[in-house]
């Protein structure tokens, strides 16, 4: 799927969408506190919360405490820098296939702030973070697509991503 039309379609649907309506928030379409994982957890523990929370991402915070986010580890990540390597799934440390410097937002941002940074950045997740990099939630592209007012605007821009990805663009 090629990220910057799938990002246009979305950023039509959210137009079209808040028509007559004011700017919708992060806070309001984020899928809030996500699981996470610790920079020294292994990668197993990561996979393992995918497949049990039905996700596609982790956020790699830095403690229990301050769930100040570090990074990222995706099921990209762990297929690529992993699997692919032929790495050992439960001595290999997050640490060591995550993802830092993660472009994120801010609850309050407005969502096509947070749509655009994802256009700009090539990414299909945002983690959102407080005013002290506390991770609050995470915007998936399925987010915006299911979580929109409008069913059949939604419905039209998920058919144009199936179509995306069936042509292999």
């Not at 928030?25 to 523990?45: G, S, Y």
């Not at 959102?128 to 592209?141: E, F, L, M, S």
């Not at 987010?143 to 929109?148: F, N, S, Y």
């Not at 995306?164 to 663009?169: D, I, P, R, T, V």
Request: one cysteine or more; charged letters at 35%.
């Amino acid at each position: 799927m090629h990220y910057a039309t799938f990002a246009s379609q979305l950023e039509l649907a959210y137009l079209a969408n808040k028509e007559g309506e004011r700017d919708m928030k992060c806070k309001e379409i984020m899928t809030k506190d996500p699981v996470c994982c610790l920079p020294d957890d292994e990668v197993q523990k990561a996979a393992k919360l995918m497949k049990d929370e039905d996700v596609g991402v982790i956020p790699i915070i830095e403690d229990e405490d301050t769930k100040s986010l570090l990074g990222i580890v995706t099921d990209r990540d762990l297929a690529l820098r992993v699997v692919a390597e032929g790495r050992d799934v439960g001595s290999t440390r997050i640490k060591d296939v995550m993802t830092t410097g993660a472009v994120s937002c801010r609850p309050d941002d407005d969502l096509q702030k947070a749509l655009d940074a994802m256009e700009e950045n090539q990414v299909r997740r945002i983690p959102v973070v407080d005013k002290n990099q506390k991770i609050v939630g995470i915007i998936a592209q399925a987010d915006v697509a299911t979580r929109l007012s409008e069913p059949q605007k939604t419905a039209a821009v998920v058919e144009e991503i199936s179509k995306s990805q069936a042509a292999g663009k």
